[in-house]
């Protein structure tokens, strides 16, 4: 999909946030079973996703038939405690989420987590060492003319 940004980058740190928000979050969030974000290198010719199934609903589907009462506030309820579990994870940096190996050496040397949350648990101590905070993946950053340009897309750190 052209219009998501560069397919290395967007697949790479779907993967990864998918994993962190189901193995570090408990976030319900389908296993990936396989993925490719190298169309060069894989068979498919493209970069790609294989995920498991969950069960649920699909939004798309759901939405039409809320109405204001319960249902709505029971979405926004649980949208709100998924978005909360990801604001309370005290990242380093500003950016999308890898892989350790998919970003640059220099990027991997760079802790995931503030300096201030020092007293994690084991789940955080070991996502800790997985992942990394990468250049941002998010379309917006990729549109236009700005795909060709050459911009520092992150990630930035905090202040």
């Not at 809320?66 to 990801?86: S, Y």
């Not at 989420?97 to 101590?125: G, M, N, T």
């Amino acid at each position: 999909m052209p219009v998501a940004g560069p397919p290395w980058m967007t697949t790479a740190s779907e993967v990864a946030t998918m994993t962190f928000a189901r193995e570090v979050l408990n976030v319900p969030a389908p296993r990936v079973l396989a993925w490719s974000s190298d169309a060069a290198s894989n068979a498919v010719g493209s970069a790609y996703i294989i995920m498991e199934k969950i069960d649920g609903q699909i939004l798309l589907d759901r939405w039409p038939l809320v109405t204001d009462g319960g249902d709505a506030a029971t979405m926004l309820f649980e949208f709100a405690g998924i978005e909360k579990k990801f604001q309370r994870v005290p990242f380093s940096q500003i950016g999308s989420l890898y892989f350790k190996e998919d970003v640059s050496p220099e990027l991997q040397d760079r802790p995931l987590f503030h300096a201030a949350a020092c007293d994690l648990d084991d789940i955080f101590q070991a996502a800790a060492k997985r992942y990394r905070v990468g250049p941002i993946s998010n379309r917006q950053w990729w549109r236009g003319e700005r795909a060709s340009m050459r911009l520092d897309r992150g990630p930035c750190k905090y202040l």
